[in-house]
């Protein structure tokens, strides 16, 4: 599930909160409006695919396969991987930083081959 809100930091800045429960460290995550469109500026595989990204993101943060702690310095950053998005053989990873108590925000999105971090979560086998 998702929320909308406004900024709290005195702009009418709209955010959508997407709601997960895979690490207790991050129960919600806000993604900004502006922060979209300039997922292309710094991943230039993603300029073609920034109308559909909206529902990766959220899926990737609901329902991660993984969830890495970012390495220092980027204290209480995680990523969020999941392979059930896909650019070529490379799983979508969604970068979080929590800036609230539980509450993080979205920072960026890309396809690498490799995640860094420390693995903190995995989602369990479905076959067992």
């Given at each position: ?9 005195g702009?009418d ?10 690490v207790?460290?991050v129960?919600?995550v ?6 979209l ?8 595989e ?6 559909s ?18 390495n220092?310095p ?10 059930n ?7 979508m990873?969604?970068a979080v ?14 396809f ?14 479905k076959?067992?």
């Amino acid at each position: 599930m998702s929320g909308e809100g406004k900024s709290t930091e005195g702009t009418d800045t709209d955010y959508r909160v997407i709601k997960t429960t895979a690490v207790p460290e991050v129960s919600e995550v806000r993604v900004y409006d502006e922060t979209l469109p300039h997922l292309g500026d710094g991943h230039p595989e993603l300029r073609n695919l920034i109308p559909s990204l909206e529902f990766a993101i959220h899926d990737t943060i609901s329902q991660p396969t993984e969830v890495y702690a970012s390495n220092p310095p980027h204290v209480n950053s995680f990523k969020f991987r999941s392979d059930n998005h896909l650019h070529g053989d490379n799983p979508m990873v969604v970068a979080v930083k929590v800036v609230e108590g539980t509450s993080a925000l979205f920072k960026t999105a890309y396809f690498p081959s490799e995640v860094s971090g420390q693995l903190v979560w995995k989602e369990d086998s479905k076959d067992d």
